[in-house]
């Protein structure tokens, strides 16, 4: 069945570098990938889309990439804040056209 | 801004009670959804609705019941609780597919706990 897998572990960097996360797809080929920060006790928030024809998306200090040779998307946050301490997940369109399914989310811890 | 209100943020109710968990999205919206999250499992679907009175199973519709009387709104019901129900649970919504809307936006949660 499609699998999408984030590092369960969570990431810990310091203030001003790059932080990068993965996701990883298994037995199918989306259309596209979605990428959405958590906060504790929140809604998921929709940052970034990519699609399988582009290899490379930005949005101020976010890059995200998509790699269909490796099945794999890296997420990157450039000069990280404190405030960018969040859970981040990975989604991808599920069987059907409707259902989203999204990852177990991989959680950055930025300090000063 | 879309803007998806859950009516409930935290409840907590015992095992046995019907539970209704309210949901509402300001944006005339087709598609609305409603995930519940627990540590290590992440979202799963439990059930959504792409028109009013419309609606399909997720993949753990078990033990939940959903109803859309009008567009807008969106509700999930728990008939007997239960403790394994214990979870937060999110609504959300998105426009049209057939219209190139793929991005879901979530409410705040609904942190349900079942003694």
């Known amino acids: 069945s499609q699998k999408i897998e984030q590092n369960s572990e969570a990431l810990n960097i310091q203030e001003g570098k790059t932080a990068t996360l993965t996701c990883n797809y298994t037995?199918?080929?989306?259309?596209?990938l979605q990428w959405y920060r958590q906060d504790p006790g929140r809604g998921p928030v929709f940052l970034l889309l990519?699609?399988?024809?582009?290899k490379e998306k930005r949005k101020e200090r976010l890059k995200v990439t998509f790699d269909t040779t490796l099945k794999q998307s890296l997420f990157h946050i450039t000069a990280s804040q404190p405030a960018d301490s969040a859970t981040y997940l990975c989604?991808?369109?599920?069987?059907?056209?409707?259902?989203?399914?999204f990852g177990t989310g991989t959680r950055l811890l930025v300090s000063p | 801004d879309v803007k998806v209100t859950q009516s409930s943020r935290y409840l907590v109710k015992r095992t046995g009670e019907k539970v209704f968990l309210e949901c509402v999205q300001d944006?005339?919206?087709?598609?609305m959804f409603w995930y519940r999250q627990d540590p290590g499992l992440g979202l799963r679907l439990i059930y959504f609705?792409?028109?009013?009175?419309?609606?399909e199973k997720g993949d753990i519709p078990e033990g939940y019941s959903v109803s859309r009387e009008k567009k807008e709104r969106f509700s999930l019901i728990l008939e007997s609780a239960s403790t394994n129900q214990t979870s937060m649970y999110l609504c959300?919504?998105?426009?049209?597919?057939?219209?190139?809307?793929?991005?879901?936006?979530f409410g705040a949660g609904s942190r349900l706990t079942v003694l």
């Open positions: 989604a991808s369109r599920g069987t059907g056209f409707q259902k989203l399914v």
């Open positions: 037995n199918y080929s989306p259309a596209y």
């Open positions: 990519i699609r399988e024809n582009e």
């Open positions: 944006m005339d919206h087709e598609n």
């Open positions: 609705s792409y028109d009013v009175k419309m609606k």
């Open positions: 959300a919504s998105r426009g049209s597919v057939r219209a190139g809307a793929n991005v879901l936006t």
